[in-house]
T-cell receptor, first 111, second 110 residues
Framework: AAGVIQSPRHLIKEKRETATLKCYPI?????VYWYQQGPGQDPQFLIS???????DKGSIPDRFSAQQFSDYHSELNMSSLELGDSALYFC??????????FGPGTRLTVT | KNEVEQSPQNLTAQEGEFITINCSYS?????LHWLQQHPGGGIVSLFM???GKKKHGRLIATINIQEKHSSLHITASHPRDSAVYIC????????????FGKGTHLIIQP
């Protein structure tokens, strides 16, 4: 069965650089969620989209932005990267809300 | 904001033992999720519950809405069950993000 795809799987950036993470939901899933998990931390919700519109917003820094495109894939754009942005970034998708299917994550390292 | 408490934080058991992990939350929810995460790995969704009980193989999840409490049970535990088990709750609409507990680190020794 198709799963949530995230790219890249690993990314190394320097401070003050920008990064773009991509999430491809399971086909026919219309809702996408982004989560951030710092080292040794529990995941924190960043933002979600339903039918290409922002639905819910969590602890997403102003330096980050995200959108969902017409094909339902989503991109998380991160600017002015800081060392503290080093984390595992998960995307999840859902066909109708509630049940979330998680992607493998993108491990971002900021040096 | 919902507060999610899990217990125990760490659990080491012998192969074959019956395992119980508990989760409590502070305000009403729309759904509760049990997730599994292996070290350095991705998150796998085990169960989503809004009431009652669900079973999948050796895993059983229950929820008591009135008491705001859920349990995850593992029967006949095996070393491959070693992982972090995370309880997460959704409190709003379907597209709302989850609030996560801090996880239970489970080690099953052979």
């Amino acid at each position: 069965a198709a799963g949530v795809i995230q790219s890249p799987r690993h990314l190394i950036k320097e401070k003050r650089e920008t990064a773009t993470l991509k999430c491809y939901p399971i086909p026919r899933h219309d809702t996408v969620y982004w989560y951030q998990q710092g080292p040794g931390q529990d995941p924190q919700f960043l933002i979600s989209f339903y039918e290409k519109m922002q639905s819910d917003k969590g602890s997403i820094p102003d330096r980050f932005s995200a959108q969902q495109f017409s094909d339902y894939h989503s991109e998380l754009n991160m600017s002015s990267l800081e060392l503290g942005d080093s984390a595992l970034y998960f995307c999840a998708s859902s066909p109708s809300g509630y049940e979330q299917y998680f992607g493998p994550g993108t491990r971002l390292t900021v040096t | 904001k919902n507060e999610v408490e899990q217990s125990p934080q760490n659990l080491t058991a012998q192969e074959g033992e019956f395992i119980t992990i508990n989760c409590s939350y502070s305000v009403g929810i729309s759904a509760l999720h049990w997730l599994q995460q292996h070290p350095g790995g991705g998150i796998v969704s085990l169960f989503m519950l809004s009431s009652g009980k669900k079973k999948h193989g050796r895993l059983i999840a229950t929820i008591n809405i009135q008491e705001k409490h859920s349990s995850l049970h593992i029967t006949a535990s095996h070393p491959r069950d070693s992982a972090v088990y995370i309880c997460a709750v959704g409190s709003g609409g379907g597209a709302d993000g989850l609030t996560f507990g801090k996880g239970t680190h489970l080690i099953i020794q052979p």
